[in-house]
Structures are given as structure tokens and as C-alpha cells.
């Protein structure tokens, strides 16, 4: 795996504080979406390299927003505990499983450890 050199944890924390640093406690959907997706890339510049291809950070964010919209909507519509943990464990392991299929077998392990 070389996607080019990994930000720092210092970098990376600096550039996430920078991000959110004037943003509104509850921004307008098209602003959340637009910082979830910079955040995305910022992991994958930590994790992976920031020359990981577009092409990929656009197939993994694709898999990001699909599974976002299901965690959420799970959550607020769980009935007990119990249906709340089962529904979302479900789909972790789908999500999981997306970004697997996408990722090779040490870049999934560089962004997400020994899961």
C-alpha cells in the first residue's frame, strides 16, 4: 500500500478543528454533507495516504452515505434497546463488508485496526 504520505495525528486533529472551527450548531443538510465528506477524506488522508485515488474516496464515501442514512434512522425509530442493537450491529457489518469490498486487505486494516 503507498497512496503517497499519511497526515500526522497532529495534522489530522488540526485539520478537523479548523474544519468545524465556524460551523453552526445545526448547519443545513447540504453542510453536514459536505463536512462528512471532508472528514471522510482527512481519515483517509491519515489512514491511507493522500494520494489515495478520487475515484475510490468517491466509491467509499458512496458506501458512507448509504449506510449513514440507515444508522439514523434506525436509532430513531428503535422500538427497545434490544431491536436498537441488533438493527445496528446488522449494519455495521454490512457497512463493513461495503468498505471491505472496496478496500484491500491492509488498507481496510490501516483504516479501520484489527475489527
Known sequence: MNHGPLLTRQEY???????????????PPDRQR?????????????RLGIHFP?????ALWQVHQRYQGSLLRSMAFAISH???????????RRFLRAYRALLSEEEFHALFGNI
Do not use: C, G, T
Request: charged share 30%.
Open 13 to 27: 486533529e488540526r485539520h478537523i478543528v479548523a474544519l468545524y472551527h465556524d460551523v453552526p450548531p445545526s448547519p
Open 34 to 46: 459536505a463536512l462528512a465528506r471532508q472528514e471522510l477524506d482527512l481519515l483517509i488522508d491519515h
Open 54 to 58: 478520487n475515484e475510490r474516496r468517491d
Open 82 to 92: 434490544r431491536l436498537m442493537n441488533l438493527r445496528l450491529n446488522w449494519l455495521s
